[in-house]
């Protein structure tokens, strides 16, 4: 009986609320003052030291299905992330290289996610690079951007050619007439 009844606490009740913060934090974040963004990331901050101090370093592991220390590592990472990007698109034209790339890989991230877990399933290249891992990081992350360069392109040429279509039928419709 506990068996059913913790994978659902597990699963559904513990999973949905650890993303809900996640969700409502992000849903507040722009609207939060530099003291209360400090709080978040200070109270994150500790959090996840306490967790890798109790659990230790591997993320991985920690990661299906998610637990405190991946929830709270990723919302680290983001929040640094953002911050940093943010800073320095501000501080760079917005017209600048570095932001239009920084536009797109937000634009493609969802894309890029998936092409990611592509690669890692299809290939399964961790069983040869394990001792390698800043190889196994390259070769994903050219690999994810790569693929999804050549979904958006093939993307690109398949709305072109809708609407070519689609201005010829127009055309005959209208001769017809």
């Known amino acids: 009986m506990w068996g059913g ?16 913060i996640i969700y409502l934090l992000a849903l ?6 530099a003291k209360q963004k400090l709080c978040v990331f200070l109270i994150y901050g500790i959090l996840t030291c306490i967790y890798v101090y109790v659990y230790g370093f591997d993320v991985q ?24 990007l943010k800073a320095l698109c501000v501080s760079l034209n917005k017209e600048s290289e570095f932001a239009k790339c920084i536009l797109w890989l937000s634009i493609n991230s969802f894309t890029i996610y998936f092409a990611h877990v592509f690669i ?5 290249y961790g069983k040869i690079l394990r001792e390698y891992w800043w190889i196994q990081y390259i070769i994903l992350l050219v690999g994810a951007i ?14 072109n050619l809708k609407m070519k279509l689609k201005n010829k039928r127009f055309k005959i419709c209208k001769i017809v007439k």
């Open 5 to 20: 009844v913790g994978v659902l606490l597990n699963i559904v009740i513990l999973q949905a609320v650890g993303y809900g």
């Open 61 to 84: 592991c920690f990661k299906y299905p998610p637990t405190e220390l991946y929830f709270t590592y990723g919302v680290i990472c983001t929040l640094i992330l953002y911050e940093v």
């Open 120 to 124: 890692v399933y299809f290939f399964d």
């Open 28 to 33: 507040l974040w722009n609207g939060f003052n």
């Open 146 to 159: 790569g693929i999804t360069i050549v979904l958006k392109w093939i993307g690109d040429i398949a709305r």
